[in-house]
């Protein structure tokens, strides 16, 4: 049988003893609870949205950029004679 020390003075009486140690199991069994219920679904919903947002940015990037350089591309060349850089020939 275990013994519990509170204090230095050895605890003796059962009655003590069986509540300590059912407020124990009761502390660790809600303890694992909240981990397994609210800690673990949190991180996975954050995990999913961060892979998820990535995957969003990649392809916005790879629609973006491209596009990006076609507008510069046909701005400027629509724009150029307002240009005050424009060669004078």
Do not use: C, Q, W, Y
Not at 23 to 35: D, N, P
Not at 43 to 48: D, E, I, R, Y
Not at 72 to 87: A, N, Q, T
């Amino acid at each position: 049988m275990a013994h519990i020390v509170v204090n230095g003075k050895k605890i003796t009486n059962p009655l003590v003893m069986f509540i300590i140690g059912l407020v124990s199991i009761i502390f660790t069994g809600l303890i694992t609870a909240f981990v397994i219920f609210l800690i673990l679904p949190f991180a996975g919903v954050v995990l999913s949205l961060s892979v998820g947002l990535t995957i969003v940015i990649f392809i916005a990037l790879l629609v973006g950029l491209p596009l990006l350089i076609l507008i510069r591309v046909i701005l400027g060349v629509l724009l150029r004679p307002f240009s005050k850089d424009r060669d004078e020939r």
